[in-house]
């Protein structure tokens, strides 16, 4: 059984940053990909960024330049470096593990950016 738990989310003001970080545990194979996702009030989830192991980060058009995902394989660890937040960025952010067609998600952290 794999586990994905998040963490990190919190209120900012537009234009600060935030970190937030994805623990997985369980039976997780390679090759694997990992991403993060998130879903604003009244709006379906949508890709922010993904990381295949040993490919190129990939992200949305709107996060790009302001978003760096990152992982570490060995402790099977998936961050997202958020700057220069705004508003609409404001959202659940998941974090999602794709391994042997099957995906597995987290419950979910809360990012809201407001003044």
Do not use: H
């Not at 379906?44 to 993904?50: G, K």
């Not at 995902?69 to 060995?74: L, V």
């Amino acid at each position: 059984q794999v586990q994905l738990v998040e963490s990190g989310g919190g209120l900012v003001q537009p234009g600060g940053s935030l970190r937030l970080s994805c623990a997985a545990s369980g039976s997780i194979f390679r090759p694997n990909a990992m991403a993060w996702y998130r879903q604003a009030p009244g709006k379906e989830r949508e890709l922010v960024a993904t990381s295949p192991s040993g490919g190129t980060p990939n992200y949305a058009d709107s996060v790009k330049g302001r978003f760096a995902i990152s992982r570490d394989n060995n402790k099977n660890t998936v961050s997202l470096q958020m700057n220069s937040l705004k508003p609409e960025d404001t959202a659940v952010y998941y974090c999602n593990l794709m391994v042997l067609a099957m995906n597995y998600w987290g419950k979910g952290t809360l990012v809201t950016v407001s003044s």
